[in-house]
């Protein structure tokens, strides 16, 4: 992760890069601020710009890892030998007993990677299938600090180790690492990462030196959209009042619109289809759908469900009781005269029976060709 590829905190980069600069790079340190500011990206990259062997100066003129050489490589991937990571886990299927975080590191770089380093708790206990439990920090990974933190470094100038959301450390087990916090072996850097900062365990907290990291502005948060994301001007103005400073939510929010505007269109194109009973192009439609993966065929199935429900509502003139936005209202005010209740029944039970087998791994083609020749069937009627 480079300075340069993260949202706003000018000043704290800055002052990360400064002390690098001056030598005087502190052991423990506590990056704190709420969720979505760039807490964990910026530790990352303060970490890899610490061992870069050739930092370099891009044309703003502000420092930054160079991103190529061997080390900034290895911390692209999350793969650096001496860089490691504490987070909180719990048992799961895959783990049953004694959890902890180097049981879960292929999910946690997973997630990382494919979220430009920038994950929310509730995210990271989805990602390892404890959404209904609470992660914790354990003995288990104060004992792995310590027994890490024992072996020399591999190869970079410093062993890095990032504890991320501290708070979750169990109160009983922070003792056991008291000690190599405020003495660690030379050249170790200990970055805590926490959005709860009051809830750490003062021993704990009282050995680190403080960064806060403030949330992002609202124009930070719009560049970013309209940057990485695509977001029209007006969708990125908008998403961000509604994130307030949380780069996490914003993003989520821009995704979900993504996400129905794609379940519209296709349920939009589907239904056409079926109704014009259209077999060639019907057939490429599902060839497309075939591809999505099941959790989006699932997902589109629930949708259409609705979508079908939406039309009795607007038949019954109740239509302000049905959630719809003005591309599925425009669509289905016309749509709604082709399902009656004799209809709509059977197609609401077709396609709950469709969602059942994909649920079973039914081959999606057959699955969606029969429900498609039903559908045409039964909107005729
Ligand atoms: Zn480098």
Redesign the pocket.
Known sequence: MLFQNITGQTAIKQKLIQSVQDNRVSHAQLFYGPEGSGKLALAIAYAQFIN???KKVPDDGTMD?????P??IKYNKLVHPDLHFIYPVATTRKVSAKPKSRDFVTEWRNALLENQFRLSLNDWHKAIGIEKKQGFINTYDCSEILRTLSYKSYESEFKVMVIWMVEKLHHAAAPKILKILEEPPEKTLFLLISEQPDQIINTIRSRTQLVRIPKLGDMELEETLIKQYDASAEEARKTALLANGNLIAAVRIIQQVEENTFLTDTFIRWMRLCYKLDISDLNNFILEISRLGREKQKNFLNYASGMIRNCMLINYSISSQARMNEEEFEFLKNFALVINEKNLVRIAEEIDKAQYHIERNAYPNITFMDLSLTLTKLLRQ
């Open positions: 870069c062997r050739n890892s160079c991103g190529s050489c080390s900034c």
